[in-house]
C-alpha cells in the first residue's frame, strides 16, 4: 500500500517538471504508461481475463452471478419490493419525530450523484459502439439483477455503521465485513476488510477519479478546441481542494444541487428526441433485441453484446461494488431494510431508465455505420468497435448523436459532463476517505494527506491519456467487488433476517404508514 | 368541560413574543386553557445534500434542537408560566404551516396563534408562511400584527 503510494508520488513528481512545459506531455504519458503497465499488467490481465475457452471475462460473470444469487434468495425483492420503495422515498412511512434527520430522498439523491454521471453517457456509448446496440439489452438485465445486490449491501451498510461519540457515522463494507464477520464467528473479516479498503482507495484514485478527469478534459477540449489537459486538471484540482478539504462546502451544495436538475433535463431531452423520432422507437428496439442475441455484426456476436453490457452496467450503477453502502449508511433509520429497498432503485433510475435512454438516442441517431444491405454494422477492426461517424466513441459520440436532433447540445454536455465529473469526483474522495480513515484513524492531519494526494491524481488524470492507469483503477473498482461480493454472500443470511422481521411487522401493522 | 388548548408558533421574533402574550391572555379569559408553545426548524425531506452533510445531519439536528430550546422555546414556556398559563414547548423539523396544523389537530386546539411575518416579494406573491397556514387550517387562526 505504502509502496504504491511512494510510488504513485514519485510518478507525480516525476511529472511536475514537465507540467511547466506542458508540451512534453507526450513523453510523460509513455513513461508513466510504461511504469504502470510494467508494474500492474499482471493483475489488470488476472482481473479481465477470460473464463477458458471463451471471451467471456469472468469478473463480469462474477457481479452477474451475485446479482442473480441475491435475485433469487430475497426472492425477487426488486419486484416485491418496487412499489415499498417508492413509498419510503415519498416518505410514507417517515415518522415524524425523525424529521429533520435524513431522510430517504437524500439518501437515495445524494448516492444517486455518485453514479449518475460518465457511465450513462459515455460508458452506454462505449458498449454501444463495441457490443452494438444489443449490448443495451444486457446492460438493462444486468441493472435490474443488480438491484438486488444494492439491496444487499446497503442493508448491511446501514445495520453495520460505526456510530462517534460526536454523533457522525461511518459505514460501508469494511464496517459490515469485521462487524458481521465476528458476529457470525467468521475467519478473515479484519483481512478481508484491509483488502477492501485497499482498493476503495485505489478505485477512488483511479475510476472515481483520474478517468472522470481525463474524460471531463477530453469533453471540454472537444469543444472548446485542443489545450493542455494539465490545466484542466490544475483547475478542477483547485476546486475539489477546495471544497474536501478547504471547507468551501458551498461549492459542494451548489454542485449537489445542479446535478439531479442536469441529469432530470438529460433524460428530458432524451425523451423529447425519442418523442420526435416516435416512428424509429420500435425499430431501435428491435435493434437492441436482435442484437442482443445476434449481436448483429460486432466482433464476437451475442458474447460480444453480452460482455460490454454487463461490464458498463457493473461499472454505471456499482451494484456489487460496495460504494453505495458507504453513501447510504449515513441514514439514521431504526431499520436497516429500509436503506436496502430505497437504494435498490439506484440501479433502476441509473441503469434501466438513464442508460437505456442514451443507447436509444444513440441508435436511433444512425451515428453507428450500418450496411443498408444486410442490416448488419460495419465493423471497424482497427479501432476494435463499430465504425462510427466522424470515427469517435465514449462522450464524443453521445454528443454527436444528441447533436443529430439539437445542435446546441454538445455545449450543454460539456457543461454536464464536467459537473457530473466533477460530483463523481466528490463523492469518490468521500468512499476514497473512508477507506482511508478506517486504515489509519480518524483525524484532520491523516484526512488532509488522502485528500492532497486525491487532488494530485485529478491533475494526473486530466494532463495524460493513461490507458494502462485507466485499466488498472477499473481492475481495483472490480476488486472491490470481489472482496464484496465474498462478504455478502457470508451475510445475507443476516439481511434475510432482518427483512423477513421487517416484513412481518409490516403485515402484523406494527410498522404504520405516517401519510 | 373538557381542557381547551391554543397552539402559538414562535419564530424567535417580535411578532412571535406579541403572538405568545395575546395566547396568554385568551387563555385565561376561556379558564380551563393550556398553551402548546411551538418552534419549528424550516426543513425539507427533499432537499439534495452532499454526503458529508448527510453524515453530520444527526449532530446538526441535536444542535439546531438544543438551540431553539435554548434561545427561544425555553424562555417562552418560562414566561407564560410565570404568567400563571399551563404550558408546554415543543420544537419540530418540517414546513411551518404543516407542522403547526398538525400539532393543532393532534391535541385539538381551539386556535392558532402566529405573529405575522414580514414577508415581502416573491414569497408575498405565493402565500408565505401564514399564507399558507390560513388556507389549511382546521382551526381558526390569528394572525397578530
Same mark, same amino acid.
Given at each position: 500500500?505504502?509502496?504504491?503510494?511512494?510510488?504513485?508520488?514519485?510518478?507525480?513528481?516525476?511529472?511536475?517538471?514537465?507540467?511547466?512545459?506542458?508540451?512534453?506531455?507526450?513523453?510523460?504519458?509513455?513513461?508513466?504508461?510504461?511504469?504502470?503497465?510494467?508494474?500492474?499488467?499482471?493483475?489488470?490481465?488476472?482481473?479481465?481475463?477470460?473464463?477458458?475457452?471463451?471471451?467471456?471475462?469472468?469478473?463480469?460473470?462474477?457481479?452477474?452471478?451475485?446479482?442473480?444469487?441475491?435475485?433469487?434468495?430475497?426472492?425477487?425483492?426488486?419486484?416485491?419490493?418496487?412499489?415499498?420503495?417508492?413509498?419510503?422515498?415519498?416518505?410514507?412511512?417517515?415518522?415524524?419525530?425523525?424529521?429533520?434527520?435524513?431522510?430517504?430522498?437524500?439518501?437515495?439523491?445524494?448516492?444517486?450523484?455518485?453514479?449518475?454521471?460518465?457511465?450513462?453517457?459515455?460508458?452506454?456509448?462505449?458498449?454501444?459502439?463495441?457490443?452494438?446496440?444489443?449490448?443495451?439489452?444486457?446492460?438493462?438485465?444486468?441493472?435490474?439483477?443488480?438491484?438486488?445486490?444494492?439491496?444487499?449491501?446497503?442493508?448491511?451498510?446501514?445495520?453495520?455503521?460505526?456510530?462517534?461519540?460526536?454523533?457522525?457515522?461511518?459505514?460501508?463494507?469494511?464496517?459490515?465485513?469485521?462487524?458481521?464477520?465476528?458476529?457470525?464467528?467468521?475467519?478473515? $473479516?479484519?483481512?478481508?476488510?484491509?483488502?477492501?479498503?485497499?482498493?476503495?482507495?485505489?478505485?477512488?484514485?483511479?475510476? $472515481?477519479?483520474?478517468?472522470?478527469?481525463?474524460?471531463?478534459?477530453?469533453?471540454?477540449?472537444?469543444?472548446?478546441?485542443?489545450?493542455?489537459?494539465?490545466?484542466?486538471?490544475?483547475?478542477?484540482?483547485?476546486?475539489?481542494?477546495?471544497?474536501?478539504?478547504?471547507?468551501?462546502?458551498? /461549492?459542494?451544495?451548489? +454542485?449537489?444541487?445542479?446535478?439531479?436538475?442536469?441529469? /432530470?433535463?438529460?433524460?428530458?431531452?432524451?425523451?423529447?428526441?425519442?418523442?420526435?423520432?416516435?416512428?424509429?422507437?420500435?425499430?431501435?428496439?428491435?435493434?437492441?433485441?436482435?442484437?442482443?442475441?445476434?449481436?448483429?455484426?460486432?466482433?464476437?456476436?451475442?458474447?460480444?453484446?453480452?460482455?460490454?453490457?454487463?461490464?458498463?452496467?457493473?461499472?454505471?450503477?456499482?451494484?456489487?461494488?460496495?460504494?453505495?453502502?458507504?453513501?447510504?449508511?449515513?441514514?439514521?433509520?431504526?431499520?436497516?431494510? +429500509? =436503506?436496502?429497498?430505497?437504494?435498490?432503485?439506484?440501479?433502476?433510475?441509473?441503469?434501466?431508465?438513464?442508460?437505456?435512454?442514451?443507447?436509444?438516442? /444513440?441508435?436511433?441517431?444512425?451515428?453507428?455505420?450500418?450496411?443498408? =444491405?444486410?442490416?448488419?454494422?460495419?465493423?471497424?477492426?482497427?479501432?476494435?468497435?463499430?465504425? +462510427?461517424? $466522424?470515427?469517435?466513441?465514449?462522450?464524443?459520440?453521445?454528443?454527436?448523436?444528441?447533436?443529430?436532433?439539437?445542435?446546441?447540445?454538445?455545449?450543454?454536455?460539456?457543461?454536464?459532463?464536467?459537473?457530473?465529473?466533477?460530483?463523481?469526483?466528490?463523492?469518490?474522495?468521500?468512499?476514497?476517505?473512508?477507506?482511508?480513515?478506517?486504515?489509519?484513524?480518524?483525524?484532520?492531519?491523516?484526512?488532509?494527506?488522502?485528500?492532497?494526494?486525491?487532488?494530485?491524481?485529478?491533475?494526473?488524470?486530466?494532463?495524460?491519456?493513461?490507458?494502462?492507469?485507466?485499466?488498472?483503477?477499473?481492475?481495483?473498482?472490480?476488486?472491490?467487488?470481489?472482496?464484496?461480493?465474498?462478504?455478502?454472500?457470508?451475510?445475507?443470511?443476516?439481511?434475510?433476517? =432482518?427483512?423477513?422481521?421487517?416484513?412481518?411487522?409490516?403485515?402484523?401493522?406494527?410498522?404504520?404508514?405516517?401519510? | 368541560?373538557? *381542557?381547551?388548548?391554543?397552539?402559538?408558533?414562535?419564530?424567535?421574533?417580535?411578532?412571535?413574543?406579541?403572538?405568545?402574550? #395575546?395566547?396568554? %391572555?385568551?387563555?385565561?379569559?376561556?379558564?380551563?386553557?393550556?398553551?402548546?408553545?411551538?418552534?419549528?426548524?424550516?426543513? %425539507?425531506? #427533499? &432537499? #439534495?445534500? &452532499?454526503?458529508?452533510?448527510?453524515?453530520?445531519?444527526? *449532530?446538526?439536528?441535536?444542535?439546531?434542537?438544543?438551540?431553539?430550546?435554548?434561545?427561544?422555546?425555553?424562555?417562552?414556556?418560562?414566561?407564560?408560566?410565570?404568567?400563571?398559563?399551563?404550558?408546554?414547548?415543543?420544537?419540530?423539523?418540517?414546513?411551518?404551516?404543516?407542522?403547526?396544523?398538525?400539532?393543532?389537530? *393532534?391535541?385539538?386546539?381551539?386556535?392558532?396563534?402566529?405573529?405575522?411575518?414580514?414577508?415581502?416579494?416573491?414569497?408575498?406573491? #405565493?402565500?408565505?408562511?401564514?399564507?399558507?397556514?390560513?388556507?389549511?387550517? %382546521?382551526?381558526?387562526? &390569528?394572525?397578530?400584527?
Amino acid at each position: 500500500m505504502n509502496k504504491l503510494l511512494t510510488f504513485a508520488m514519485a510518478a507525480f513528481a516525476s511529472l511536475l517538471p514537465s507540467l511547466a512545459a506542458a508540451q512534453e506531455a507526450a513523453g510523460i504519458d509513455q513513461r508513466i504508461n510504461q511504469i504502470f503497465a510494467d508494474y500492474t499488467g499482471w493483475y489488470v490481465s488476472f482481473i479481465f481475463a477470460p473464463l477458458p475457452g471463451t471471451n467471456f471475462s469472468w469478473i463480469a460473470l462474477w457481479l452477474v452471478v451475485g446479482a442473480v444469487v441475491f435475485t433469487v434468495y430475497f426472492g425477487a425483492i426488486q419486484l416485491k419490493g418496487f412499489w415499498h420503495s417508492i413509498q419510503l422515498v415519498k416518505g410514507d412511512y417517515s415518522d415524524p419525530d425523525d424529521a429533520g434527520e435524513v431522510s430517504h430522498f437524500q439518501a437515495l439523491a445524494t448516492a444517486l450523484s455518485g453514479t449518475v454521471g460518465l457511465g450513462n453517457i459515455a460508458g452506454v456509448a462505449v458498449a454501444v459502439s463495441i457490443g452494438g446496440p444489443g449490448a443495451t439489452f444486457w446492460m438493462v438485465i444486468a441493472g435490474l439483477f443488480g438491484m438486488a445486490t444494492k439491496f444487499t449491501e446497503c442493508t448491511l451498510g446501514v445495520k453495520y455503521r460505526n456510530e462517534f461519540p460526536d454523533g457522525h457515522v461511518s459505514g460501508g463494507p469494511m464496517y459490515y465485513i469485521v462487524k458481521g464477520f465476528s458476529e457470525r464467528g467468521l475467519p478473515l $473479516g479484519g483481512f478481508m476488510a484491509v483488502l477492501f479498503s485497499i482498493f476503495t482507495i485505489l478505485g477512488a484514485l483511479g475510476g $472515481g477519479n483520474m478517468f472522470q478527469a481525463n474524460q471531463a478534459h477530453a469533453q471540454l477540449a472537444g469543444v472548446l478546441g485542443d489545450y493542455p489537459g494539465w490545466i484542466t486538471g490544475v483547475v478542477l484540482a483547485g476546486v475539489t481542494f477546495a471544497v474536501i478539504a478547504g471547507g468551501l462546502k458551498s /461549492i459542494a451544495r451548489v +454542485t449537489e444541487k445542479i446535478v439531479p436538475f442536469m441529469g /432530470i433535463f438529460y433524460v428530458l431531452v432524451s425523451i423529447l428526441i425519442l418523442i420526435i423520432n416516435w416512428d424509429m422507437i420500435g425499430w431501435a428496439f428491435g435493434q437492441i433485441f436482435m442484437g442482443a442475441f445476434t449481436g448483429l455484426g460486432v466482433v464476437g456476436g451475442f458474447t460480444g453484446a453480452l460482455i460490454q453490457g454487463f461490464r458498463r452496467a457493473a461499472f454505471s450503477n456499482e451494484a456489487g461494488i460496495g460504494s453505495a453502502a458507504i453513501a447510504h449508511s449515513a441514514v439514521r433509520t431504526k431499520e436497516p431494510v +429500509t =436503506e436496502g429497498y430505497v437504494a435498490l432503485l439506484e440501479p433502476f433510475i441509473d441503469t434501466v431508465v438513464i442508460c437505456t435512454m442514451t443507447a436509444l438516442v /444513440i441508435v436511433i441517431s444512425g451515428v453507428l455505420n450500418q450496411d443498408p =444491405e444486410t442490416g448488419l454494422y460495419i465493423w471497424n477492426a482497427e479501432a476494435g468497435r463499430i465504425a +462510427t461517424e $466522424g470515427d469517435v466513441s465514449g462522450v464524443a459520440l453521445t454528443s454527436a448523436a444528441y447533436a443529430r436532433a439539437f445542435s446546441w447540445f454538445p455545449v450543454l454536455l460539456m457543461v454536464a459532463v464536467v459537473l457530473f465529473a466533477f460530483s463523481t469526483m466528490i463523492s469518490w474522495s468521500y468512499y476514497g476517505l473512508k477507506a482511508w480513515t478506517y486504515l489509519f484513524g480518524e483525524g484532520a492531519a491523516k484526512e488532509l494527506t488522502f485528500k492532497v494526494i486525491f487532488c494530485l491524481f485529478i491533475v494526473i488524470g486530466a494532463a495524460a491519456s493513461l490507458g494502462p492507469v485507466i485499466d488498472f483503477s477499473d481492475a481495483m473498482l472490480f476488486s472491490m467487488a470481489i472482496v464484496n461480493i465474498i462478504a455478502l454472500y457470508f451475510l445475507m443470511p443476516i439481511v434475510k433476517r =432482518e427483512l423477513n422481521s421487517y416484513v412481518a411487522r409490516l403485515r402484523s401493522g406494527e410498522i404504520v404508514k405516517h401519510k | 368541560m373538557t *381542557k381547551s388548548t391554543i397552539v402559538v408558533g414562535l419564530d424567535g421574533s417580535e411578532a412571535g413574543a406579541r403572538a405568545l402574550a #395575546f395566547a396568554q %391572555s385568551q387563555a385565561k379569559q376561556i379558564g380551563d386553557c393550556s398553551i402548546t408553545v411551538c418552534f419549528v426548524i424550516e426543513w %425539507s425531506p #427533499f &432537499t #439534495f445534500q &452532499t454526503k458529508e452533510e448527510n453524515e453530520q445531519r444527526h *449532530k446538526r439536528r441535536e444542535q439546531e434542537l438544543q438551540r431553539a430550546h435554548d434561545v427561544v422555546l425555553d424562555p417562552a414556556v418560562a414566561e407564560a408560566k410565570a404568567a400563571g398559563v399551563e404550558v408546554e414547548g415543543i420544537v419540530r423539523h418540517g414546513d411551518v404551516a404543516d407542522i403547526l396544523e398538525a400539532v393543532a389537530k *393532534k391535541r385539538g386546539a381551539v386556535q392558532i396563534v402566529v405573529g405575522r411575518v414580514g414577508e415581502r416579494g416573491l414569497k408575498r406573491l #405565493f402565500g408565505g408562511v401564514t399564507g399558507r397556514l390560513v388556507a389549511g387550517s %382546521s382551526v381558526p387562526v &390569528t394572525i397578530i400584527p
